[in-house]
């Protein structure tokens, strides 16, 4: 909103209230003035943020739930897949949260979040993978890409998401892990292909990751599931 | 300077019309106006945050002196939008989810700043809440029309994905106008935004010289609508061109 700063204009300032007094009048004033303010608005912001940042942290962890349930069917779990949770960390994907999911205490199923750099910012991926490395389900948890253009990658405005369900890393193999734009076999949105380029790439090295750390985790759930 | 409540709204919904009278916004406008869905959403979103800004940029009126008017507005606007936006976020989740999106783009939206530079600077409060009111009735307006327009030659449908924004019981919103339709990308597309403006500035210009009005509400305010036009056109921003 800077762009406005050239329209400082007293000359053409249009008020004529005639409140100004003599003190107001005077450049330190409007200093201390302005300074008031954003103090102010400081003081509101973080009063509000204090007040909704639990709520909102909540709001996030209840979707995640919900999320978690939709990558990992409920049929092949018995454990409530949150209090599975590991941090496993890698020198490409850095520190990554994995959920894991057991039946009988043996591993069925692993979830973790992935994030590709989309259009408006970055885009959480979630992504459900069965032990022998396919994809269970993936889903989009947030993103900020232009509506009506990029948001197609959401569950609730198209069925895109849909189509990464009993993928692997060998099918298709790696050429075919992009948008059918550079070569691959994932269809791009009209108007948009940085958003699913992002999210297909941010599966893929998901897949990767899980190869790359399935001993691991392997090993690490069955310590952790006695 | 008192106007009365009829002229405010007639000014608010035509004659002065934020997008067809005043030309500002348009930056959001190109963005979100894809389909008549997104329009609407933009367009609550924006009216929530017009009225409330014109109230409190009323109450404070008497101690915001001229020379630090915009930076104290600019102050005033960004506020209520984070402040809108964290609390949706926390206990309007589920709205939240759909508006989202739209709600940080408002403030790249300088018909909120225009209406309280020219308007809620010098009015009552309940004047500057129904002037703020009216605008962005006439804004939603505006937003709907042009996405329904675009949606419909661009997409063949209208008001795609309604139910998720006003939920199950607006679901008859939501129809397939042209089936089998291929689409027309460049509507959907901001450049068929530019374009289906000018057709609908060119409608409306049409009707006012019908009945005889001036166009453009020229009457009131011109000088800020120019200063804010030219802002509003040349506002660069991240989401503006929607190449996603």
Same mark, same amino acid.
């Given at each position: 909103?800077?762009? #406005?700063?050239?329209?400082?204009? $007293?000359?053409?300032?249009?008020r004529?209230?005639? *409140?100004?007094?003599?003190?107001?009048?005077?450049?330190?004033?409007?200093?201390?003035? +302005?300074? =008031?303010?954003?103090?102010? $608005?400081?003081?509101?912001l973080?009063?509000?943020?204090?007040?909704?940042?639990?709520?909102?942290?909540?709001?996030?962890?209840?979707d995640?739930?919900? %999320? +978690?349930?939709?990558?990992?069917?409920d049929?092949? #779990?018995?454990?409530?897949?949150?209090?599975?949770?590991?941090?496993?960390?890698?020198?490409?994907?850095?520190?990554?949260?994995v959920?894991?999911?057991?039946?009988?205490?043996?591993?069925?199923g692993?979830?973790?979040? *992935?994030?590709?750099?989309?259009y408006?910012?970055a885009?959480?991926?979630?992504?459900?993978?069965?032990?022998?490395?396919?994809? =269970?389900?993936?889903?989009? +948890?947030?993103?900020?890409?232009?509506?009506?253009?990029?948001?197609?990658?959401?569950?609730?405005?198209s069925?895109?998401?849909?189509?990464?369900?009993?993928?692997?890393?060998?099918?298709?193999? !790696?050429?075919?892990?992009?948008?059918?734009?550079?070569?691959?076999?994932?269809?791009?949105?009209?108007?948009?292909?940085?958003?699913?380029?992002?999210?297909?790439?941010?599966?893929?090295?998901?897949?990767?990751?899980?190869?790359?750390?399935?001993?691991?985790?392997?090993?690490?759930?069955?310590?952790?599931?006695? | 300077m008192?106007?009365?409540?009829v002229?405010?709204?007639?000014?608010?919904?035509?004659?002065?019309?934020?997008?067809?009278?005043?030309?500002?916004?348009?930056?959001?406008?190109?963005?979100?106006?894809?389909?008549? $869905?997104?329009?609407?959403?933009?367009? +609550?979103?924006?009216?929530?945050v =017009?009225?409330?800004?014109?109230?409190?940029?009323?109450?404070?009126?008497?101690?915001?002196?001229?020379?630090?008017?915009?930076?104290?507005?600019?102050?005033?606007?960004?506020?209520?939008?984070?402040?809108?936006? *964290? %609390?949706?976020?926390?206990?309007?989740?589920?709205?939240?989810?759909?508006?989202?999106?739209?709600?940080?783009?408002?403030?790249?939206?300088?018909?909120?700043?225009?209406r309280?530079?020219?308007?809620?600077?010098?009015?009552?409060?309940?004047?500057?809440?129904?002037?703020?009111? *009216?605008?962005?009735?006439g804004?939603?307006?505006?937003?709907?029309?042009?996405?329904a327009?675009?949606?419909?030659?661009?997409?063949?449908?209208?008001?795609?994905?309604?139910?998720?924004l006003?939920?199950?019981?607006?679901?008859?919103?939501?129809?397939?106008?042209? !089936?089998?339709? %291929?689409?027309?990308?460049? =509507?959907?597309? !901001?450049?068929?935004?530019?374009?289906?403006?000018?057709i609908?500035?060119?409608?409306?210009?049409?009707?006012?010289?019908?009945?005889?009005?001036? !166009?453009?509400g020229?009457?009131?305010?011109?000088?800020?609508?120019?200063?804010?036009?030219?802002?509003?056109?040349?506002?660069?921003? $991240?989401?503006?061109?929607?190449?996603?």
């Amino acid at each position: 909103m800077t762009d #406005h700063s050239p329209t400082l204009n $007293t000359d053409t300032n249009p008020r004529t209230d005639g *409140m100004a007094s003599v003190l107001r009048e005077s450049p330190a004033a409007h200093g201390v003035l +302005l300074a =008031l303010f954003c103090l102010a $608005t400081a003081l509101i912001l973080s009063l509000v943020d204090i007040v909704t940042r639990g709520p909102i942290a909540d709001r996030g962890r209840e979707d995640l739930y919900a %999320s +978690l349930a939709q990558v990992v069917p409920d049929e092949i #779990h018995d454990n409530a897949m949150t209090d599975g949770a590991m941090t496993v960390t890698d020198a490409e994907a850095g520190a990554v949260t994995v959920y894991v999911a057991r039946r009988a205490g043996t591993p069925t199923g692993v979830a973790f979040e *992935m994030t590709g750099q989309g259009y408006g910012g970055a885009i959480r991926v979630l992504l459900g993978i069965d032990p022998n490395g396919e994809l =269970l389900g993936v889903r989009v +948890l947030a993103h900020a890409e232009t509506p009506g253009l990029g948001d197609k990658i959401e569950e609730a405005k198209s069925d895109w998401i849909h189509g990464f369900a009993g993928l692997s890393l060998s099918n298709p193999g !790696p050429e075919g892990w992009k948008v059918k734009r550079d070569g691959g076999q994932f269809d791009q949105f009209s108007g948009a292909t940085i958003t699913p380029r992002a999210v297909v790439d941010a599966i893929h090295r998901g897949l990767e990751f899980y190869a790359r750390n399935r001993d691991t985790l392997l090993s690490a759930e069955e310590t952790g599931s006695q | 300077m008192t106007q009365d409540y009829v002229s405010i709204a007639r000014n608010g919904i035509w004659d002065n019309n934020v997008v067809f009278g005043q030309l500002l916004a348009l930056c959001p406008l190109l963005a979100v106006t894809g389909t008549a $869905t997104n329009g609407l959403g933009m367009g +609550l979103a924006s009216l929530v945050v =017009l009225v409330l800004s014109g109230v409190v940029v009323s109450l404070l009126r008497q101690a915001i002196t001229p020379e630090i008017r915009i930076p104290a507005f600019v102050l005033i606007i960004a506020c209520i939008v984070t402040v809108v936006d *964290m %609390s949706m976020n926390a206990w309007l989740h589920d709205l939240h989810k759909q508006l989202g999106l739209f709600i940080p783009l408002i403030v790249t939206n300088c018909a909120i700043l225009g209406r309280a530079e020219a308007f809620a600077s010098r009015q009552k409060v309940l004047p500057a809440a129904f002037d703020g009111l *009216m605008m962005g009735v006439g804004f939603t307006a505006a937003l709907v029309v042009l996405g329904a327009t675009r949606e419909v030659l661009g997409s063949g449908t209208l008001f795609a994905n309604a139910p998720l924004l006003l939920g199950e019981h607006f679901g008859f919103l939501e129809v397939s106008v042209i !089936p089998e339709y %291929s689409g027309f990308l460049l =509507l959907v597309l !901001p450049p068929g935004g530019f374009i289906m403006l000018g057709i609908l500035l060119a409608l409306k210009a049409m009707i006012d010289a019908r009945q005889g009005n001036k !166009p453009r509400g020229a009457e009131s305010e011109p000088t800020h609508s120019r200063i804010f036009t030219a802002a509003g056109v040349l506002q660069p921003s $991240t989401e503006g061109d929607g190449a996603a």
